[in-house]
């Protein structure tokens, strides 16, 4: 019986030893999470929303911002990566440098980074102005620059809500900055950027006004869309781009 034992505790020693060595020389396998490049190009990727899609209700429903952020945000960077695939160098550059250089860019992809590209760099910007419990009156220096140039906020949002309104078609309405901190109000059609056409207009603050951005809840309301906006804008996040665009 002993030498049955003796037996035993020799065979598991043996079949351990060796799964031991095993484990010790395995590669090991590094758990820790990707970081995502938000505007890098090497690939592009799109970023979580930095809040619930329900978040931004009553103005914005969950349905508009699970489908504009998953589906037609999503689509953009998709088609960044496929129109660079071709192109390892300028998988190099970030889509915001890329989108301000367009005739850097080759001519059989050029139309593609101009739409896609701008697609992504608007809608990145897009969710970070917003916020949920957000809205109310400027703060900081920007509300400085408004009551200067604009002379009042109501006097802003007149403007700006004309600008969205007048946008024929699918666009933007924009807020932008020269690097001596002088706003202005502008619109693009499409998925273009102030900085395509300007290098010095940094957009601070962006409406989009494609019926993706509004229908389901407002179907062709759009007036009433670009009202109720107002009060997710997250004044913080244009103080810190207001910043951004003087340093450019």
């Not at 970023?47 to 914005?60: F, G, K, R, S, T």
């Not at 933007?172 to 202005?184: I, N, T």
Request: charged share 15%; proline share 6%; aromatic share 10%.
């Amino acid at each position: 019986m002993q030498n049955f034992f003796r037996r035993t505790i020799l065979l598991i020693v043996g079949l351990a030893i060796p799964l031991l060595f095993a484990c010790q020389s395995s590669p090991q396998v590094d758990a820790s999470p990707a970081v995502s490049s938000g505007l890098s190009a090497a690939p592009a990727k799109l970023d979580p929303l930095p809040y619930d899609y329900a978040a931004l209700e009553p103005y914005i429903d969950a349905a508009t911002m699970r489908l504009h952020h998953d589906k037609h945000h999503a689509t953009y960077v998709n088609n960044i990566n496929e129109a660079l695939k071709a192109y390892p160098d300028l998988q190099k550059q970030s889509v915001d440098t890329m989108i301000r250089n367009l005739n850097n860019v080759p001519e059989a992809i050029r139309t593609k980074i101009q739409n896609n590209g701008g697609g992504h760099v608007n809608h990145t910007m897009f969710w970070q102005i917003m916020a949920p419990k957000a809205g109310g009156e400027p703060t900081g220096a920007v509300a400085q620059a408004i009551t200067q140039t604009f002379g009042s906020f109501d006097a802003l949002k007149q403007q700006f809500n004309k600008a969205g309104a007048d946008r024929f078609g699918s666009g933007w309405a924009w807020l932008v900055s020269d690097r001596q901190g002088k706003l202005s109000i502008t619109s693009t059609a499409n998925q273009d950027n102030p900085l395509m056409k300007d290098p010095n207009a940094y957009p601070i603050l962006g409406n989009d006004v494609w019926e993706h951005a509004y229908y389901l809840k407002y179907q062709n309301r759009r007036a009433e869309y670009l009202n109720n906006w107002w009060n997710v804008v997250n004044w913080q996040a244009v103080n810190q781009r207001y910043a951004q665009a003087q340093e450019k």
